[in-house]
């Protein structure tokens, strides 16, 4: 199948903002552990980053979203191209931006790693998947492993020989892992046998690289039931040798592969463990029954990862509705709407058009620059680390609290973005001519995978915001709220930075809302209200750093003459964070008083009310 063109465009003015004007990552080159790195490393780390995507991953994705997989003799066979952008990956090391030097990575920041991941991903998210999947499972080996686990498998992990997967959902089990029924039987020689099925493995077979491990869920004979039941096991598709060559299977056979709505690229995957008498699996780390815990290190990874190409498909799409907006002329300006012989102009200048083009500028760079701060909080935990242990231990808490925020919210809004871009596009973008209607098909998974939506606001009520006595949500309260004392007669922006101040407190008496609901035993109405409370904490989250952006940005400007080409970037950021503050933020008073109402309608409603069919 022939390959096409590159359509993946990257705004690098916006990164360059984030990292240096207002999160200032400077203050963390050129000392430990970011000693070899500077400003001009990062810049043209992400060039080189940019260029690679456009080049090699851009040109095979709408190609790889059309052949698809396909099974030959029980084994996938990935579009054409797949393969050569994967060795190119490899030698070019865009996968070993962030990876520990002991591994031979180059130890950059991990939000320099977490941009390159939203440039090759917003290139082609489908392809990206197989080298994400691999590094997350060797990240959970290198934390969790034995020194020998790590000395086997890690190298070829890291480096691209073997690719790896995550395996926990089953038929029966879902996102109730605790009922999983993979067995794990220990052999004498200290290994075990695996017997069972696994579903929707992303990346779960391919024939990207020569051998793939699986990272698998299982319950040991006699272990207890539920989720303290499981433990975690590596277990290789090929068998491997004393010396580590990959040989016969492993008694891992490919069940079939699903055929969905997107990143169709992307294998996705069912195998059977141990059909012929069981897959030989070895226990990561030396303890059973903590499988969950290792999983969730993975998991973590995993879900940020999520965010990251939510971010990196409603950039692309968002870029490529303004790009169209531009260039297509439609219609009249309003002001000679009446008038027959009116020049058409660029839709660019129909009012609605605009808003749809503020409202994804607002979201998708609010959103990056949560994910960025979010980064940043572990790269600034990474670099305290036995200089400044209080300070380290608040970045850190901030990483846990914000993570199932970026997840949720940042996929969430992929979809909204790809779909306004679409209709942006009108009847054009609901064609394959344009990459927008994939980048909408593609991002609807990023919502349901790696935990659902919901599973991360129950994660954030009934885990996050107790954490650490509940030190870490106040944490990030006091941090809005002190913003908001400071800047609150902004010249520019004081309306919008009150409004937020609103909001915070509206954010504040909700979490005590939700306390109350779990001493007075009104349990039924947390996973009622999860969802929206996490909405509301993402929308604060998003409104404050919009709004630190448009007040570094008004500063700027002050310093420019009017014909600076610079000015026009700088009136975006002050235009979009007005625009979120004034459009989305009052929402979340709203919200407020909705969830205050404890409203138990979709609770009520008898199960054959819902419909009479």
Known sequence: MAQGVNRYRADLR??????????????????APFGQWGV???????????????????????SGDREGCRVEGGQVYTPEGFKGAWTALYEQGWRLVGTDPEHGGQGG???????????????????NMYPGLTYGAAELLDQCGTPEQKARFLPNMFHGVWGGTMCLTEPQAGSDVGSARTRAVKNPDGSYAITGTKIFISAGDHDLAENIIHMVLARVEGAPPGTKGLSLFVVPKRKLSEDGASGENNDVQLGSIEHKMGINGSSTCVLNFGENGGATGYLVGEVENRGMSQMFLMMNFA???????????????????????????????????????????????????????????????????????????????????????????????????????????????????????????????????????????????FSIYEGTNHIQSMDLVGRKLGQNGGAHTQQFLGDVGAFVAEHREHPALGAEVRALGAAQEALSGTTLKLLEWFQGGQLALVPLSS??????MAEVAVAWLLLDGARLADKALGALAEDHPERAFYQGKLHAARYFARNVLPGVELKARILAEGDTSALDIPDAAFATV
Request: hydrophobic residues 45%; proline residues 3%; charged residues 30%.
């Open 109 to 127: 920041p991990r939000v320099i790693a977490a941009l390159v991941e939203e440039l090759l991903s917003g290139a082609n998210a489908a392809f």
């Open 14 to 31: 916006e990164f360059e903002f984030l990292l240096f004007e207002q999160f200032h990552l400077e203050e963390l080159l050129g000392r």
């Open 40 to 62: 001009d490393e990062v810049r043209q780390t992400l060039k080189g980053a940019y260029r690679f995507a456009t080049e090699v991953y851009g040109p095979l994705n709408a």
């Open 531 to 536: 969802t929206r409370f996490l909405e509301m």
């Open 303 to 445: 879900r940020i990862g999520v965010a990251l190409q939510g971010v990196a498909l409603a950039s692309a799409a968002y870029l490529s509705a303004l790009e169209y907006a531009r260039d297509r002329r439609q219609g009249a300006n309003i002001a000679r709407w009446k008038d027959p012989t009116a020049p058409r102009v660029p839709i660019l200048e129909h009012a609605d058009v605009r808003r749809m083009l503020l409202d994804m500028k607002a979201r998708v760079e609010g959103v990056r620059a949560l994910v960025c701060k979010l980064a940043l909080h572990d790269d600034r935990a990474r670099a305290l680390a036995g200089r400044d242990d209080e300070r380290s231990a608040y970045h850190k808490g901030q990483v846990e609290l914000l993570t199932p925020i970026a997840k949720a919210y940042a996929s969430d809004q992929a979809f909204r973005v790809c779909e306004t871009a679409i209709q942006t596009f009108g009847g054009a973008g609901y064609v394959k001519d344009h990459p927008v209607e994939q980048y909408c098909r593609d991002s609807k998974i």
